[in-house]
């Protein structure tokens, strides 16, 4: 948590930014010394960085999309070579084993902090700048205040009870006195809306440069935080769900009102396939609220790439030597995609048999999230995958399934090897489909007279799926495959609805990271994952003697390194640990 500062050529090239974005326009500068660093000139380098740490802290196995984290959910496989490959998140996958001193634990705590630093710093700068010298003060504070939200959110998902570090000219005994129960549940929360709202009230409707998030993007991110928020957890010895606020949904409902994204130009993308392309024409498209931006060619060895997927990648002989197989799909989440007659999901059976592609109908969203033997690997027709050792580096232990939406073309020029595979191809943040699917799940737990208009959002996206066609529209007549997707008619109980619109945020988010979280919020991943687990360790080894802990599992320890340097102020996450 100390706050170095260094602005130097290699974290220039390390920023949020395709090739024309404001971040890859600066110009590098040396170590500032600590005069320099409280000039008001200087205070866009420190903002620069704040940005740039997004990219520069995470890694392969600390990804900030939080992938390795979500290989705990029933959507994903943890992959690779087998259980001792990246044994730690074996461990997370089974919910056995973890303890407090795992490096994977401590190190997304200390990367995450690593940015949140960053952001004070530079907000510490602006503090001390005024109006007329730096007329974006108010706007670049709100920048920061919506970074510094980014980090405490991933961190609050993932450990629970955490220090919130807001005071940006914390003395380092302020700082060793923090507590990480400071805030019940409800008040952490409260923390990281705090900032949004900063951000919400100051932000401009349009950016004219990409990689700065907006009013929209501020609107976005508060009605997924008050989500979360709605399903309270504030009994200190439980991570169950107490009560759903009304109150906080009403918020969500506030944050997703359409005119909010429509004024800054978000809205659908035609095609479901756009949101996961590398191609410069795709990139920060309609649909995308704020994204991580990665380029290449921008004058360094290998560019602003990606690196963190770099263990996704498949072991193509000859193209992609080397690839780890990393986060596979599951079987659970394939069946989820499939279809009944009229084209609507198996609600409530489908995961009775194993999806025949031959036999089966699916959401062609299937087709564009997940790799089927079969079927072209990235819809290049060269390759072609199968049951082979190609695609699964543990000889079916995982299965032969791969994830597509990481992933990209071998051919299309995107695909960089440096120490890992890495790509230009940004990562969506906040992407409208996600904001249309928690307003139709606050209105569904509102139940105020409005699931018509819930299951009207979902058929939006339904009847968007049933369009996605511009890479698999021969799918049927060459592979065999039977694509059915229908929209939803009739009248809903809030129990049916509520089960449509989850159904639904499995299918649209499939392998974006979401799924564990949402079971957590939800106050379902225990009976949800044992009952993965019991069902999937019939066919599969890795699961036998898997069991998920409630009050325990739902989030991470609190790191063994950081509770004993916290000079007592930190307390241990409740389950024994």
């Known amino acids: 948590m100390k706050k170095l500062i260094y602005i130097c050529t290699a974290l220039m090239t390390l920023v949020l930014g395709s090739c024309s974005d404001f971040l890859d326009k600066q110009t590098p500068q040396g170590t500032l010394s600590d005069k320099q660093v409280k000039e008001s000139k200087y205070v866009d380098n420190l903002i620069i960085s704040a940005y740039a740490v997004w990219i520069s802290a995470e890694d392969i196995n600390s990804s900030f999309s939080m992938w390795n984290f979500d290989v705990r959910s029933d959507d994903a496989y943890k992959g690779g070579n087998g259980t001792s490959d990246g044994d730690v998140f074996h461990q997370l996958e089974v919910s056995q084993g973890i303890l407090t001193t795992n490096w994977n634990i401590s190190d997304m705590w200390q990367r995450l902090y690593n940015c949140i630093s960053r952001v004070n710093t530079a907000i510490a700068l602006l503090d001390k700048t005024d109006a007329t010298s730096y007329p974006l003060k108010a706007e670049r504070i709100a920048e920061m205040k919506y970074l510094r939200a980014y980090g405490h959110f991933l961190l609050k998902r993932l450990y629970k009870n955490i220090p919130f570090i807001m005071n940006e000219n914390l003395t380092t005994e302020e700082y060793n006195n923090l507590s990480n129960r400071e805030f019940n549940n409800d008040e952490g929360w409260q923390q990281i809306i705090n900032d949004l709202e900063v951000a919400y009230k100051t932000l401009p409707v349009k950016q004219t440069e990409v990689g700065r998030p907006s009013k929209a993007a501020a609107a976005a991110f508060l009605a997924k935080v008050y989500l979360y928020k709605a399903y309270h957890q504030d009994n ?56 991580m931006q990665y380029s290449m060619n921008d004058g360094t060895k290998y560019g602003n790439l990606n690196w963190s997927y770099g263990l996704i990648v498949p072991n193509i002989p000859g193209v992609t030597d080397g690839g780890c197989d990393f986060y596979k799909p599951s079987q659970n989440l394939v069946n989820a995609f499939k279809t009944d007659n009229n084209g609507l999901p198996e609600l ?102 409005r699931i018509n208009e819930a299951i009207s959002l979902v058929n939006r996206l339904r009847t968007r799926a049933k369009q996605s066609m511009s890479v698999i529209g021969d799918y049927e007549s060459k592979y065999g495959v039977k694509m059915n997707v229908g929209t939803y008619t009739g009248s809903y109980d809030q129990n049916q609805a509520l089960k449509i619109v989850k159904m639904e945020r499995r299918i649209e988010l499939g392998m974006e990271s979401e799924r564990f979280f949402d079971l957590v919020r939800w106050g379902e991943a225990e009976s949800v994952i044992n009952k993965y687990y019991a069902e999937e360790a019939n066919d599969c080894a890795i699961y036998k003697g898997a069991k998920f802990t409630k009050d325990k599992n739902e989030y991470l320890p609190i790191p063994y390194a950081q509770i004993a340097a916290s000079n007592g102020h930190y307390t241990q996450n409740i389950g024994a640990w």
């Open 236 to 291: 200190a010895e439980s991570n169950q769900v107490t009560s759903i606020s009304k109150d906080d949904l009403k918020k969500v409902i506030e944050y997703t009102d359409e005119s909010i994204y429509t004024a800054g130009g978000y809205r659908l993308a035609a095609d479901f396939h756009d949101n996961f392309r590398p191609e410069p024409q795709y990139e920060n498209g309609k649909e995308s609220i704020w994204a």
């Open 348 to 449: 409530d059976n489908f995961n009775k048999d194993n999806y025949d592609k031959t036999k089966d109908y699916a959401d062609p969203r299937l087709f564009l999230t997940v790799g089927i033997p079969g079927l072209p690997y990235e819809f290049n027709k060269k390759y072609i995958m199968d049951e082979s050792a190609t695609w699964s580096r543990s000889n079916g232990l995982y299965g032969y399934y791969v994830t597509l939406k990481q992933n990209v073309d071998p051919d299309c020029g995107y695909l960089i090897k440096g120490s890992w595979w890495g790509t230009p191809m940004n990562r969506i943040v906040f992407r409208y489909a996600d904001v249309l699917l928690e307003r139709a799940e606050a209105l569904v737990q509102l139940n105020d007279g």
